[in-house]
Nanobody, 122 residues
Framework: QVQLVESGGGLVQAGGSLRLSCTASGRTFSSYVMGWFRQTPGKEREFVASISRSGGVRRYADSAKGRFTIARDNAKDTVSLQLNSLKPEDTAVYYC???????????????WGQGTQVTVSS
């Protein structure tokens, strides 16, 4: 079992930045691929970014490329998502998740945090 807790969400104006963090506890953090997803009411959960166990491979949704950066620190059991140049359409609840395989599909992720709200005003 892995427990995940997100932090760092909030309200920001369009064009601004936020840094989301996710802290893991339980089983060995470095053995998991980590991902970030987001969801708005009435919509499917959407892949945002993922990072391999070592941090050497990163994947991004097209909407995130060039604006968001995922990183991990295996010594601190944390994964972060830096959000830059935020747009109102980035408004969502953001979730971190852990998986055994490097996937962009939410069904492949076994453990989820409770989510953190990001609201971008225009």
């Amino acid at each position: 079992q892995v427990q995940l807790v997100e932090s760092g969400g909030g309200l920001v104006q369009a064009g601004g930045s936020l840094r989301l963090s996710c802290t893991a506890s339980g089983r060995t953090f470095s053995s998991y691929v980590m991902g970030w997803f987001r969801q708005t009411p009435g919509k499917e959960r959407e892949f945002v970014a993922s990072i391999s166990r070592s941090g050497g491979v990163r994947r991004y949704a097209d909407s995130a490329k060039g604006r968001f950066t995922i990183a991990r620190d295996n010594a601190k059991d944390t994964v972060s998502l830096q959000l830059n140049s935020l747009k109102p359409e980035d408004t969502a609840v953001y979730y971190c998740a852990a998986a055994s395989t490097h996937s962009t599909g939410d069904r492949d992720y076994d453990y989820w945090g409770q989510g953190t709200q990001v609201t971008v005003s225009s």
